[in-house]
């Protein structure tokens, strides 16, 4: 069974930081693993990405220059370290896989966590 769980969302001020974290498993290949968020009444938005193998990572520019995605492979766990954190970056923040494509086209999510940022 596919499960996917994220941790450390919360409130904070308008400056300051979270580090959001992922447990996986269920899947023993993923080629491409990220994070997502949904604002009330907004499109899921996809923020950041990691190819597995290679590192690469690649973030929207709304995050750009603020979020850092990890992996720790041995662990199932990827991370999002945020930054700078804004009221707009108020959201439910779901990690997701693709474990069908090679093109970071999700198909698995977690539940989601809270990110409250208060201006």
């Known amino acids: 069974q596919v499960q996917m769980m994220e941790s450390g969302g919360g409130s904070v001020q308008a400056g300051g930081s979270l580090t959001l974290s992922c447990v996986y498993s269920g899947f023993s290949y993923s080629s491409c693993i990220g994070w997502t968020r949904q604002a009330p009444g907004q499109k899921r938005e996809s923020l950041a990405a990691i190819y597995t193998e290679s590192g690469s990572a690649l973030y929207a520019d709304s995050v750009k220059g603020r979020f850092t995605i990890s992996q720790d492979n041995a662990k199932n766990m990827m991370y999002l370290q945020m930054t700078d954190l804004k009221p707009e970056d108020t959201a439910i923040y779901y990690c997701?896989?693709?474990?069908?494509?090679?093109?970071?086209?999700?198909?698995?999510w977690g539940q989601g966590t809270q990110v409250t940022v208060s201006a």
């Open positions: 997701a896989a693709d474990i069908a494509t090679e093109t970071c086209d999700f198909g698995v």
